[in-house]
């Protein structure tokens, strides 16, 4: 990641150029240069600022910035400078562009609504945990480092969706159903599920799911039967081509293959899936996504008094 400074003044309503250039070599030896040139318009405005941001641009900085931090900085520390981030931002907003308010609510910009969500699930990432592998850890920061801006939300909050109902799904014209909050409250015993964060997919079991419902989809009533990874088979029934034609899209959007793993409920591999919902409150102190909602709110208040 670059970080460009600029000292001087920009007149407000001019534009401001930024240009990239790369040199490369093709396939066949040829050696090119690719030129990128962004031009975005300058305010003064402080309204106008928030009301244009770009949330996924703007996390992906916070998520590289965290990971050049982590090999030098404890993760309380680098947690706290994340969440720092986030109170500063909304406070600014609070402070300089909110319209006259209640003091007891909490003020999010349109834009920026998702920041508070995507804040903490970048605290509760593996890259800032300290109960996983380092192995993990290490591969975490350098997949983070480099890692594109459509792929930076889904590492820290992936995509959960239910498969175990698709038939009752109502469809909106896309092949993906709708997403699930990454909460518990939304996994069911009865239920199968499918998380994807752009490297792995979890398929996570129910302790009661129906037999039938198994046949269907993974060819064996049996959970004991399918392996902890597996290749997902089309067997000749409309759920199972669902779900095909779900994980196919996905891996396009992805451009990876995504691994398949298995997870079961009251297995290790149960708890590493719900390890994933980052909205729970978790054992070890994390606090839930409404709980830090408030943490933040406090926050504000605090600086706004002081």
Same mark, same amino acid.
């Not at 031009?39 to 996390?59: E, G, H, K, V, Y």
């Not at 088979?233 to 095909?244: D, T």
């Given at each position: 990641m670059v970080a460009l400074k600029h000292d001087d003044k920009l007149q407000d309503g001019s534009e401001c150029a930024f240009q990239c250039a790369l040199l490369y070599t093709t396939l066949y030896g040829q050696?090119?240069?690719?030129?990128?040139?962004? +031009?975005?318009?300058?305010?003064?405005?402080?309204?106008?600022?928030?009301?244009?941001? $770009?949330?996924?641009?703007?996390?992906?900085?916070f998520l590289k910035q965290a990971a050049n931090e982590v090999p030098s900085t404890p993760p309380l520390h680098v947690r706290e400078q994340v969440t720092n981030f986030c109170t500063n931002i909304l406070l600014s907003y609070r402070k300089f562009c909110a319209t006259v308010s209640s003091s007891g609510q909490l003020i999010l910009p349109e834009a920026l609504k998702l920041l508070p969500l995507y804040t903490i699930a970048l605290i509760k990432s593996t890259g800032l945990r300290t109960?996983?592998? *380092?192995? $993990?850890?290490?591969?975490?920061?350098?997949?983070?480092?480099?890692?594109?801006?459509?792929?930076?939300?889904?590492?820290?909050?992936?995509?959960?969706?239910? *498969?175990? $109902?698709?038939?009752?799904?109502?469809?909106?014209?896309?092949?993906?159903p709708q997403t699930l909050p990454l909460a518990s409250e939304y996994v069911s015993d009865d239920g199968i599920y499918l998380l994807e964060n752009g490297q792995d997919c979890l398929i996570y079991v129910g302790s009661s799911v $129906?037999?039938?419902?198994?046949?269907?989809?993974?060819?064996?009533?049996?959970?004991?039967?399918?392996?902890?990874?597996?290749?997902?088979?089309?067997?000749?029934?409309?759920? +199972?081509?669902?779900?095909?034609?779900?994980?196919?899209?996905?891996?396009?959007?992805?451009c990876s293959y995504l691994r398949l793993k298995l997870c079961k409920k009251g297995d290790p591999s149960g708890m590493f899936f719900l390890s994933y919902l980052v909205e729970d409150k978790v054992p070890t102190g994390g606090l839930s996504y409404v709980e830090f909602l408030v943490h933040i709110h406090r926050q504000i208040q605090m600086k706004m008094s002081s």
């Open positions: 050696r090119r240069i690719r030129v990128s040139t962004l +031009s975005l318009p300058c305010t003064n405005n402080l309204s106008n600022l928030f009301r244009m941001a $770009d949330l996924d641009t703007q996390f992906v900085c109960d996983g592998r *380092i192995d $993990d850890r290490s591969f975490w920061i350098n997949y983070a480092s480099s890692v594109s801006a459509p792929l930076a939300i889904p590492l820290v909050y992936p995509r959960m969706i239910g *498969i175990h $109902d698709l038939d009752l799904q109502e469809g909106d014209g896309s092949l993906i $129906d037999s039938n419902l198994m046949h269907q989809l993974f060819g064996s009533s049996l959970l004991d039967e399918i392996p902890a990874q597996f290749v997902l088979q089309q067997f000749n029934n409309p759920l +199972s081509k669902k779900l095909n034609d779900i994980v196919n899209e996905i891996r396009r959007q992805r």
